[in-house]
């Protein structure tokens, strides 16, 4: 039995694992992760990890974490944690600030040795003190007791150090409560093709677990309060894996097979990776020698009839931008998924920023414009990947989807839905019948929202040729003519900022009466929602709002944005939103709330940030 006196209960907690690269910190949040949403917990995370391949082993620059929360009204990972689980000196000093004042450090005291320090650059053979640590430390012999549990599993050495993420799994499970059956599973399903591996881990875990119930007399425990689901099927998803759902959810929906051109580029190669184990539904995947080829073997997937996909990060959107010109003047439906993180050129591979907004707004040569959308969360992947695909098919055009590092590699909890909550995608198909009757031409369009008509190769009657060069906007035969391309010019704007009519209008949040619009897009908004919601619990009076529509915008942004005396923008960048939203309405007051250090806000961070802006006189 638990001790009530150590049993605290909490709406959610927030749990860092961190350890070396090699030392599995990323798969044990995972399991930790899956098995509180099977549950029914609310789940976020954010896996944080070195760009380096291999540091050092035990050096400052190796360390990799991993923060997850779980419980009710989860919309971020947290700012600080509950518990810590540090698996070396490096670790708990890169990593000790993070912890609540009251909270648990689990350390590896087996990796604590003299030598272990000095690879850390400890000055003193007291980490704890020469920090100034003030929460609970459980110094736990990790790799002893992982080394005692599979002293006859035959395994050799090393294999058995492997090992020591899931004793630590273990003892979580059990200062949290959770099952360790769920926890099972996912290690037999990773280790069906080496049941050594997965008996070996079963062990470990469980030695973990009983390790917890040894020891719970001296440190806290946790119980999770949680509201009624909903019911359904629930799994924790990260973004990477939602958005290439959503595509073949929008493939299913469309009736048009799915092809994904692309190349290689952290953090957006997961997308490739899940796409190409889904032939059984009819995917096509293929690696591509560049991001050139990537782009330009989706635009002849689209020729040929294909809902076509391409994606990349920041650098490969660069490269991509003469082929998505391409596909703008053709006026074929493209997706291009840009999975930002920071930059200039290479930059921080591994880390999050928002600062390729200009670039996919603006990002090509000539007149070039394109639709731009950006999903908020990890589950919502699933959903703007799926609208962005609609978005294409059904207006003929590119259209940008842009997540992020932060909601790419993170994961929430999400309900499967059924396919009836999701809308059938309706191509604008020319029909030989009909191009015989209305004497049909490539950019002959529909009067109301300027969208030309779809013609598959193949198809007899509906012979036709698309290019680079202007065409005229009668015969679609090649034109220089001035006037005609300034029409064409016009058209292809026109036709983008009529999809406004087809998005649906920005929502607001928070105390009506407030003066104030707290506002962001794409993957801030769990940390922009909580901060909002937290200033307005304390009486602040904050309204907030979120766009997942950039290019155009919803219909009544102009009128939400002028009810406010004061628009504060948090992004994760120099302000690129913001100057954008400046332009679109001059007449509208815009402060800016801004951060560029490769990692997401700190609710703490924007709460700062609002009230120096609304104190300000």
Not at 177 to 197: G, M, V
Request: proline share 5%; aromatic share 8%.
């Amino acid at each position: 039995m638990l001790e009530e006196a150590n049993v605290k209960t909490l709406e959610k907690v927030v749990v860092r694992f961190s350890g070396d690269s090699g030392d599995g910190m990323q798969l044990a949040g995972n399991i930790f992760t899956n098995v509180s949403a099977g549950i029914g917990n609310q789940v976020s995370t954010f896996p944080d990890y070195p760009a380096e391949i291999r540091a050092p082993q035990g050096s400052l620059g190796g360390v990799s974490g991993f923060q997850v929360s779980v419980g009710n009204k989860v919309h971020t990972p947290g700012d600080h944690c509950d518990v810590l689980v540090a698996m070396n000196p490096a670790a708990l000093k890169q990593n000790y600030h993070h912890v609540k004042p009251g909270g648990v450090i689990i350390v590896d005291i087996d990796s604590f040795k003299e030598a272990d320090l000095r690879k850390a650059l400890f000055a003193t053979n007291e980490p704890f003190k020469e920090l100034g640590i003030k929460a609970q430390v459980v110094e736990v012999p990790v790799t002893a007791l992982t080394k005692e549990a599979l002293a006859d599993s035959g395994l050799d050495n090393k294999s058995i150090l492997k090992c020591r993420n899931i004793f630590a799994l273990g003892l979580v499970c059990w200062l949290f409560d959770r099952p360790l059956e769920s926890a099972l599973h996912f290690l037999r399903k990773k280790f069906a093709k080496k049941p050594a591996i997965f008996e070996a881990n079963s062990k470990v875990i469980n030695a973990g677990y009983n390790y917890g119930n040894n020891i719970h007399a001296s440190v806290s425990t946790y119980r999770i309060e949680s509201d009624a689901a909903r019911p359904g099927v629930y799994t924790d998803i990260n973004g990477n894996t939602a958005t290439a759902w959503g595509l073949i959810m929008a493939s299913e929906k469309s009736g048009r097979p799915l092809f994904l051109g692309s190349y290689p580029i952290t953090p957006a190669t997961d997308i490739l990776h899940e796409l190409a184990k889904r032939k059984d539904l009819g995917v096509k995947a293929l690696q591509m020698e560049d991001e050139i080829a990537g782009v330009c073997s989706a635009i002849g997937a689209s020729f040929a009839g294909n809902l076509a996909v391409t994606s990349t990060s920041g650098p490969g959107l660069a490269l991509k931008s003469e082929g998505i010109g391409l596909a703008v003047i053709a006026e074929l439906p493209l997706v291009v998924i840009d999975v930002q993180r920071g930059g200039p050129s290479t930059g921080l591979p591994t880390k999050t920023e928002q600062t390729d907004l200009m670039q996919a707004l603006y990002g090509r040569n000539g007149e070039s414009p394109l639709a731009v959308v950006a999903p908020s969360t990890p589950t919502d992947c699933f959903k703007m990947a799926f609208e962005a695909c609609r978005i294409a098919i059904e207006h003929m055009t590119p259209v940008i989807l842009l997540t992020d590092a932060f909601i790419g590699n993170g994961s929430s909890a999400w309900r499967i839905p059924d396919s009836d909550e999701y809308p059938e995608i309706k191509p604008r198909y020319i029909s030989a019948e009909k191009a015989a009757e209305i004497d049909w031409r490539p950019y002959m369009r529909d009067d109301k929202t300027k969208v030309r008509y779809w013609a598959i190769p193949g198809s007899e009657g509906l012979t036709h040729r698309l290019g680079g060069l202007e065409k005229d906007y009668n015969t679609g035969a090649i034109s220089t003519d001035p006037v005609n391309h300034e029409r064409m010019v016009y058209t292809r704007r026109e036709k983008i900022a009529r999809i406004a009519d087809d998005i649906p209008a920005l929502e607001v949040l928070g105390d009506e009466e407030a003066e104030v619009l707290l506002l962001g897009w794409g993957g801030t908004y769990g940390h922009l929602r909580t901060a909002a919601q937290d200033m307005c619990a304390e009486g602040r009076k904050v309204a907030f709002t979120h766009f997942r529509y950039i290019n155009p915008l919803p219909a009544n942004t102009g009128e939400v944005l002028r009810r406010y005396k004061k628009v504060i923008v948090a992004e994760l960048n120099t302000g690129q939103f913001a100057d954008y939203l400046q332009a679109k309405f001059p007449d509208v007051r815009i402060e800016r709330i801004n951060k560029v250090q490769g990692q997401p806000f700190l609710v703490e961070e924007v709460i700062n940030g609002v009230t120096r802006i609304m104190d300000e006189k």
